[in-house]
């Protein structure tokens, strides 16, 4: 990419004002060492030494966006406990409006635990329900987006299948947010692709955008033939397949496909991984960004976020400097 143009963009990013709707996680990591294993079963006893709690699911993705300027209203569900209350607290700390956050008291907040022990994973136990939300929940949500429509940039809509993501709602606000003229982009998951048309961009892994489409990915023509095939079921503009090690393929549908190979140096942990590319391409788009070019700049958003251990986000300086406009 041009560095000029690349510049111009990322100075855009703290002028807009992304919409995430979807489902938000508690990521608890609890840190250790394994130095025997348990007299009771052949397992590793981990010795805890520190435990974090991190956002995660939708709230990665507004922490990816926040961490580079932009402005981010959120709609999404916790349950009536701790977590929840955890949830809602950290988001205030971030000056973020928490009049999105709805409370169900029949569904846990979903808590994802991870043992990690000498920086591997050791097993991660969760904690949700995925019950589709209360008709009452689905049309707080709605009035919400109203309310907040002439303020925003674009839409995203982060689903991991725990209920918040419903045809009902979806095809609503899609609506609503295609009557103005914005990007949606959406992070599909499998079974719910028909919930997905008429947006902006999906950006499925390889396994998902060959679920989603019906066609077993083995290479590069395979992928273009899937891409294709997501195109004209849903009618979006493009998808934007990742593919890990690998990097991304970009299918449009002007019939441009485009390669990007990855930026990462080390991969320590995927975790989030496909928040960071969801957020930052949305953003970036928003902010005038072609595909092309807001698929490279989410390439090395999620090639530094790999680097690191745990749901992480990427920094302004650091997506700078990996761009090499700092």
């Known amino acids: 990419m041009d560095k000029r143009r690349t510049i111009e963009i990322m100075d855009n990013f703290s002028k807009k004002t992304i919409f995430i709707v979807g489902d938000i996680i508690m990521d608890q990591y609890i840190w250790g060492k394994v130095t025997r294993i348990s007299p009771e079963a052949p397992v590793p006893v981990v010795d805890m030494e520190e435990e974090d709690f991190l956002l995660g699911g939708a709230a990665n993705v507004l922490n990816n966006i926040v961490s580079l300027g932009s402005k981010v209203l959120i709609c999404g569900v916790v349950g009536h406990d701790e977590i929840g209350k955890k949830i809602i607290h950290e988001l205030r700390t971030r000056g973020i409006d928490t009049g999105g956050i709805i409370v169900e008291s029949n569904r846990p907040t979903t808590l994802k635990t991870r043992i990690i022990a000498h920086s591997q994973q050791v097993v991660r136990y969760d904690r949700e329900k995925r019950d589709e939300i209360n008709n009452s929940t689905i049309e707080i949500i709605k009035g919400y987006l109203k309310d907040r429509l002439s303020e925003i940039d674009a839409l995203v809509i982060s689903d991991y299948h725990k209920g918040v993501i419903t045809k009902g709602l979806v095809s609503e606000i899609v ?15 499998v079974g719910h692709f028909d919930l997905y048309k008429g947006l902006t961009l999906i950006t499925p892994n390889t396994l998902e955008a060959s679920t989603g489409s019906g066609i077993a990915i083995v290479d590069e023509r395979s992928i273009e033939r899937a891409g294709r095939s997501l195109i004209e079921k849903l009618k979006c503009k493009a998808v934007l397949i990742t593919r890990g090690e690998e990097g991304m393929a970009l299918v449009e549908d ?3 496909v485009t390669y990007i190979p990855t930026v990462a140096k080390k991969v320590f942990d995927v975790t989030g991984a496909g928040d960071t590319v969801i957020g930052v391409m949305t953003l970036a788009i928003a902010s005038g960004a072609t595909m092309k070019e807001a698929a490279m700049i989410a390439n090395h ?11 992480a986000v990427v920094e302004t300086e650091e997506l700078k400097k990996s761009l090499q406009i700092d």
């Open 175 to 189: 609506s609503l947010v295609n009557s103005k003229g914005l990007p949606v982009v959406a992070d599909p998951k």
């Open 254 to 256: 002007n019939g441009e």
């Open 301 to 311: 958003a999620a090639g530094i976020v790999v680097g690191k251990i745990g749901t």
